[in-house]
């Protein structure tokens, strides 16, 4: 099987930074100019989403884009009204 650095990156990311909720590894495996669903973020955007200190369970589906050996974009689907439910947050009326 051939090696895929790119992956091992990403497993590492959500391993540590989600899971984890070490918000150092985005210092370690972000790029600098790191953007996540359009939103240019950088690195001390994401590390302020990890230490946002509240413990959630949701569904979600990513596509995560590694350059160089750093995560430089990340585009996500997340079930929203299962995570606002968890939260306390009604979701909006359309």
Not at 24 to 34: V, Y
Not at 45 to 73: H, K, P, Y
């Amino acid at each position: 099987m051939p090696e895929r650095p790119e992956l091992d990156v990403v497993r590492r990311f959500y391993a540590e930074a989600i899971n984890g909720r070490d918000s150092s590894t985005c210092e370690r495996l972000l790029d600098a100019d790191f953007v996540h669903n359009r939103e240019p973020r950088g690195r001390a955007g994401q590390r302020d989403a990890v230490d946002a200190g509240r413990e959630v369970t949701f569904t979600s589906t990513a596509v995560l884009r590694v350059d160089d050996g750093l995560i430089v974009q990340a585009w996500d689907q997340v079930d929203l009204f299962g995570l606002f439910s968890q939260i306390g947050m009604p979701p909006a009326a359309d």
